[in-house]
């Protein structure tokens, strides 16, 4: 297990960038992939972007595809979710989470979740 930290949410409007930051704990770090998830109101968690162990292979929802880049650093044990571009419809609770998996999109496929961090985005 490791314990996750986001930070970096808040309220943007349309066009907008933010920079979500997901702090772990622990020296497993590098051994898991990450991912970003989001949950908006009345709606199921979904999947948004993973990252591999060492950063080289990623992922990305259609709907974020070209606006949102994931990334980390693991001398910092730290992943990060640049959004650029920003829509009213990216308002949610954004999570990230860790998986021992490795092409993994499916919540259920991560043991570890941090507390969320609200982005909301006006128009």
């Known amino acids: 297990q490791v314990q996750l930290v986001e930070s970096g949410g808040g309220l943007v409007q349309a066009g907008g960038s933010l920079r979500l930051s997901c702090a772990a704990s622990?020296?497993?770090?590098?051994?898991?992939?990450m991912g970003w998830f989001r949950q908006a109101p009345g709606k199921e968690r979904e999947f948004v972007a993973r990252?591999?162990?060492?950063?080289?292979?990623?992922l990305y929802a259609d709907s974020v595809k070209g606006r949102f880049t994931i990334s980390r650093d693991n001398a910092k044990i730290t992943v990060y979710l640049q959004m650029n571009s920003l829509k009213p419809e990216d308002t949610a609770v954004y999570y990230c989470?860790?998986?021992?998996?490795?092409?993994?999109?499916?919540?259920?496929?991560?043991?570890?979740w941090g507390q969320g961090t609200q982005v909301t985005v006006s128009s």
């Open positions: 622990g020296r497993t770090f590098s051994s898991y992939t």
């Open positions: 989470a860790a998986s021992n998996g490795v092409f993994v999109t499916l919540a259920n496929d991560y043991h570890s």
């Open positions: 990252i591999s162990k060492s950063g080289g292979n990623t």
